[in-house]
């Protein structure tokens, strides 16, 4: 059995299309956990409209997203969870995708596989995922941060499904953090773990209508939490790829640098900048960050525009 993980708040538009993405999956052995993040919204009578004994509701005080999950993998009675957050959906081969990998690669714990875009008009864009260490649908992920350093993240929260007993052996998602929590968790796994890899498209992200760079960012990240734990992992023993993982801290810093640029924090900017530069001295859109630092946010963000 797999079980299904949704953290839940506030979602009430959003749920019930993301749920029946879940019940209508063509692999039908899963159970859903549903943890309410304390909503205060319509979303808890939604999710009760659902008549399905696979779907269990458990509630909590708001506490975050990384809680949610946490309090989640507690909840689950299988040995393997996919994640899926509340407001996105699965294509119906999506759990048959992940249980194959399973089957496939027994010595894997991490599974994963392909994702697209959705805007809020519909527009469908797909991701660009590169240096896929193999040929075929399917195979094992190896080389982790260097694909993540080159790409979009080979592993989102809706595309993931791992061995519980593997999430639970790295603490789970870190409640401290509220912007990257998942990243650290994917990094923490792809050290420790074996991850197999389907190229096939079984999940959407559906973006936000805020999303892109036509204005000024909402969330931006404050602090070097993020930072600071993946440079800990350079000094772990069992660290394989080590220049990757560097091209991949370099990489979180490089598009810290360009939220505080798009923001108008130009002593941010110039701190992430820096940092990115210790890890990848040769890319050369850092040193043309360094370069916008002389301008106007409006023209930062104007030129941003035309080079999307």
């Keep these: 059995m797999i079980s299904v993980v949704i953290p839940l708040y506030n979602k009430e538009k959003q749920i019930a299309h993301t749920l029946q993405s879940v019940l209508n999956q063509t692999f039908q052995n899963f159970e859903v956990v549903i943890v ?5 919204d319509g979303s808890v009578v939604e999710v009760g409209k659902f008549k399905d004994s696979r779907i269990r509701l458990v509630h909590q005080q708001n506490a975050g997203v990384s809680a949610a999950r946490n309090r989640g993998i507690e909840e689950t009675k299988g040995e393997l969870i996919a994640f899926l957050d509340a407001d996105d959906e699965w294509k119906p081969e999506y759990l048959a995708t992940q249980y194959h990998l399973y089957q496939k690669y027994p010595d894997c714990s991490v599974y994963a ?65 509220s912007h990257g929590e998942d990243l650290l968790t994917w990094a923490n796994l792809a050290i420790r773990n074996k991850i197999a890899y389907s190229r096939q498209v079984c999940s959407i992200y559906c973006l936000k209508s805020d999303y892109g760079v036509n204005s000024k960012p909402i969330n931006i990240p404050q602090g070097n939490l993020v930072g600071s734990r993946l440079e800990s992992l350079l000094q772990m023993p069992s660290l394989e790829r080590r220049n990757d993982l560097k091209k991949y801290i370099g990489r979180w810093y490089k598009i810290r640098s360009h939220i505080f640029l798009r923001g108008g924090e130009k002593k941010n900017a110039f701190i992430n900048i820096c940092r990115a530069m210790r890890f990848q001295p040769n890319e050369w859109q850092l040193y043309v960050f360094l370069i916008l630092l002389i301008f106007p946010v409006s023209f930062v963000n104007y030129l941003f525009r035309k080079l999307r």
């Design 36 to 40: 309410d993040d304390g909503s205060t």
């Design 113 to 177: 596989c392909n994702y697209e875009f959705r805007d809020s008009e519909g527009k469908v864009t797909p991701t660009i995922i590169r240096k896929i260490p193999f040929a075929g649908e399917d195979g094992i992920l190896s080389n982790y941060f260097e694909v993540a350093s080159c790409s979009h993240p080979p592993i989102c929260s809706i595309s993931v499904m791992v061995k519980k007993e593997a999430i639970q052996a790295v603490g789970g998602f870190p409640l401290d953090v």
